[in-house]
């Protein structure tokens, strides 16, 4: 009679956990989220800002663009040139704002964030010519988040780094190309 109670108590709480491990599943599961040093990598450029201003809202996509104020670039800060920069060249346009393909894409204004974006690609201009585009999942601001994030991009440039660079071994002035052994310099080659 004691095992029948027993059992009669644990059926409510398994079938209680399978149930939330389902939910949960369901809820989370349509949105997976790259692994961060993937997103790095396909983001051109990584920055903090602060979101300024709500711009562009398409009813249609449910989509938006933010004019964003920039506090700091951690990556591809060479590719924003003049034609990206607004308002003297401090902040930028985002747009992909309310994109179902990324997780955690809503912001409000005065959200202070790390944005991974790229350049908008031709096919999507004028309608976002000289915007960035989201890339990847937002990330809040914190001491964690910007270590790892910064962590990532300095893992991605040695990595780059790293890679052999395509090199013609030089010919001396008679044309041959000459071995040089461990003894031997660059400066004193045979002439």
Same mark, same amino acid.
């Given at each position: ?16 956990a399978v149930v939330f491990v389902l939910l949960s599943q369901r809820c989370h599961g349509s949105c997976s ?11 051109? =450029?990584?920055?903090? %800002? ?5 711009? !562009? ?5 449910? $989509?938006?663009?933010?004019? #964003? ?24 346009? =985002?747009?992909?704002? %309310? ?5 955690? !894409? ?5 959200? $202070?964030?790390?944005?991974? #974006?790229?350049?908008?690609?031709e096919y999507m201009w004028p309608n976002h010519k000289n915007e960035l585009m989201l890339n990847s999942s ?13 962590h990532c991009v300095e893992d991605h440039r040695m990595i780059i780094a790293d890679k052999p660079v395509h ?25």
């Amino acid at each position: 009679m004691g095992s029948f109670r027993r059992k009669a108590f644990y059926w409510p709480v398994w079938s209680f956990a399978v149930v939330f491990v389902l939910l949960s599943q369901r809820c989370h599961g349509s949105c997976s989220e790259k692994e961060l040093e993937k997103r790095e990598e396909e983001a051109n =450029i990584v920055l903090t %800002g602060t979101v300024e201003e709500i711009l !562009n809202m398409d009813p249609v996509h449910n $989509t938006y663009s933010c004019k #964003v104020r920039v506090w700091r670039y951690l990556k591809g800060k060479t590719m924003v040139n003049g034609e990206v920069l607004l308002d003297g060249g401090n902040k930028v346009m =985002i747009g992909g704002f %309310g994109d179902p393909d990324i997780c955690d !894409n809503q912001v409000a204004t005065g959200d $202070t964030r790390i944005f991974f #974006v790229n350049l908008a690609p031709e096919y999507m201009w004028p309608n976002h010519k000289n915007e960035l585009m989201l890339n990847s999942s937002l990330m809040r601001i914190t001491l964690r988040n910007l270590e790892e994030v910064e962590h990532c991009v300095e893992d991605h440039r040695m990595i780059i780094a790293d890679k052999p660079v395509h090199f013609t071994p030089a010919h001396a002035p008679d044309g041959k190309s000459h071995k040089i052994s461990p003894d031997q310099s660059v400066f004193n080659l045979p002439r």
